[in-house]
Nanobody
């Protein structure tokens, strides 16, 4: 069974940058779609970004498009989320997730069946 561990969260001022990492262990994630989701206090967990098997396909929520970049290094069994121009509304717990069956949508939370424990990102104004 794959285990996912996020890292790289922290506190940053508005306009700053952070790079989140999601390290997988247990087996290779090269055959999985991978995604990032986030959950702010009092809100539902929502889609942020997703990446296809080889990294050629990427999708982003409108709220982060142009500011966030998702990437993967299958040799390192790791997925990244580079976040730039951060805003206070980006404050949330960020979760890495894997879709073992590489389903078509890539954006639906219901397609992801393996989750990390989350990492907190706090952006101050």
């Amino acid at each position: 069974q794959v285990q996912l561990v996020e890292s790289g969260g922290g506190s940053v001022q508005a306009g700053g940058s952070l790079r989140l990492s999601c390290a997988a262990s247990g087996r290779t994630i090269s055959g999985y779609h991978m995604g990032w989701f986030r959950q702010a206090p009092g809100k539902e967990r929502g889609f942020v970004a997703a990446i296809g098997l080889s990294g050629g396909s990427t999708l982003y929520a409108d709220s982060v498009k142009g500011r966030f970049t998702i990437s993967r290094d299958n040799a390192k069994n790791t997925v990244y989320l580079q976040m730039s121009s951060l805003k206070p509304e980006d404050t949330a717990v960020y979760y890495c997730a894997a879709d073992r069956f590489a389903r078509a949508t890539m954006t639906s939370i219901n397609e992801y069946d393996i989750w990390g424990q989350g990492t907190q990102v706090t952006v101050s104004s």
